[in-house]
Nanobody
Framework: QVQLVESGGGLVQPGGSLRLSCAASGFAFSIYVLMWYRQAPGQERELVASIGTTSGHTNYADSVKDRFFISRDNAENTVYLQMNNLKPEDTAMYYC????????WGRGTLVTVSE
């Protein structure tokens, strides 16, 4: 059974940091491109970051560049999103996605950035 389970969300003050994790099972994790998306209330889901199968190729949305960092551990079947200098506009539900010929989604973890 394919599963992607996000964790690590929570409430953080502006300027703080969080590290999201997405643990995968049930498919060949290492050959899938991995992505983090987010969706704020009333907004469309947007791509935040992606990482290729060899970890060397990453891409980021302009809004998170130099603050967020995506990484993967193929031995642990886990993808991470390190989020630094968080801003209130980063408040959203964060989802991970694995894609190759098919795509799999997790159910999300909520990040709230507020005083």
């Amino acid at each position: 059974q394919v599963q992607l389970v996000e964790s690590g969300g929570g409430l953080v003050q502006p300027g703080g940091s969080l590290r999201l994790s997405c643990a995968a099972s049930g498919f060949a994790f290492s050959i899938y491109v991995l992505m983090w998306y987010r969706q704020a209330p009333g907004q469309e889901r947007e791509l935040v970051a992606s990482i290729g199968t060899t970890s060397g190729h990453t891409n980021y949305a302009d809004s998170v560049k130099d603050r967020f960092f995506i990484s993967r551990d193929n031995a642990e079947n886990t993808v991470y999103l390190q989020m630094n200098n968080l801003k209130p506009e980063d408040t959203a539900m964060y989802y991970c996605k694995a894609i190759r010929d098919v795509e799999y989604w997790g159910r999300g973890t909520l990040v709230t950035v507020s005083e």
